[in-house]
């Protein structure tokens, strides 16, 4: 289904960036993993090893050098990119005024500065090619507001607006952007660790991986805007 397309996948080194990009290799897809540690190299080993086309990065998204260099890697290796996933994200939880002025920038500057650097690297490319598909994993607290999640869900907002903005920029040439908007997902988030009891319910990272493989392979012609999904068990507003 994404037969020699590249994607590339931010925030790869496990938890829904592994999911995501094991799920696009499966589709056929060749993978430019993109992590901030050297664990990304690891991962990469264990793709190969299931016999994906892998190319690991190790860059800070949030770094404009570092950017540059994984999307100049990434052409030289396969030539083209057809699909961005900007899966990269950190979060904290704590009432506003525990916040420190380090905890906003950080979480700005990975979840919104990095989704507009990677975006933005790709964007003329893709205009040139006029085809492309620009994902960004967001989160239902993009589109309703939570106690203890003031400035994780600004974040998100910002998100929102930026690639609400973006599709709209894009459209005319053939490039679809979309959000990925879960609630609650077993996963590492918030140095959390996966699979606790009280998760059981919770979304699974494959689950956001089918999600991203509905968006990247939708065909030519339509667009997935945006897709919201949560666990039965969670209670949430309309939205």
């Known amino acids: 289904m994404l037969k020699n397309k590249t994607a590339v996948v ?18 056929g897809a060749k993978l430019a993993i993109v992590g901030s540690s050297d664990g990304i190299f690891k991962t990469g080993e264990e793709l ?11 860059a800070d998204v949030t770094n ?9 890697q990434t052409f030289e290796a396969f030539g083209n990119i057809d699909i961005l996933v900007n899966n990269a994200g950190v979060g904290q939880f704590k009432l506003a005024e525990e916040h420190s002025l380090a905890d906003f920038q950080k979480m700005f500057e990975v979840n919104v500065q990095g989704v507009f650097l990677c975006s933005t690297a790709v964007v003329p490319h893709m205009k040139e090619r006029k085809e492309g598909t620009i994902i960004t994993i967001s989160s239902d ?3 309703r507001t939570i106690a203890n999640g003031s400035v994780y869900t600004a974040t998100k907002y910002a998100v929102q607006g930026f690639s609400g903005s973006l599709a709209q920029e894009l459209r005319e040439f053939g490039v ?4 990925v908007n879960p609630g609650a997902i077993d996963t590492y988030f918030a ?3 996966q699979g606790l009891d009280f998760k059981e319910d919770w979304l699974k990272v494959d689950d956001i991986a089918e999600a991203v493989a509905y ?4 065909p030519k012609h339509m667009v997935v805007d945006e897709i ?5 068990s969670q209670e949430y507003p309309n939205v």
């Open 141 to 143: 607290v993009g589109r």
């Open 191 to 193: 140095d959390s660790e």
């Open 215 to 218: 968006m990247a392979s939708a």
């Open 176 to 179: 679809r952007v979309g959000t």
């Open 228 to 232: 919201m999904l949560h666990p039965l």
């Open 48 to 58: 190969k090893a299931k016999g994906f086309d892998v190319l690991a990065i190790k």
């Open 64 to 72: 404009e050098a570092d950017v540059a260099e994984l999307f100049k």
């Open 10 to 27: 931010t925030g790869a080194t496990r938890g829904c960036g592994k999911a995501i990009a094991e799920k696009l290799g499966t589709l």
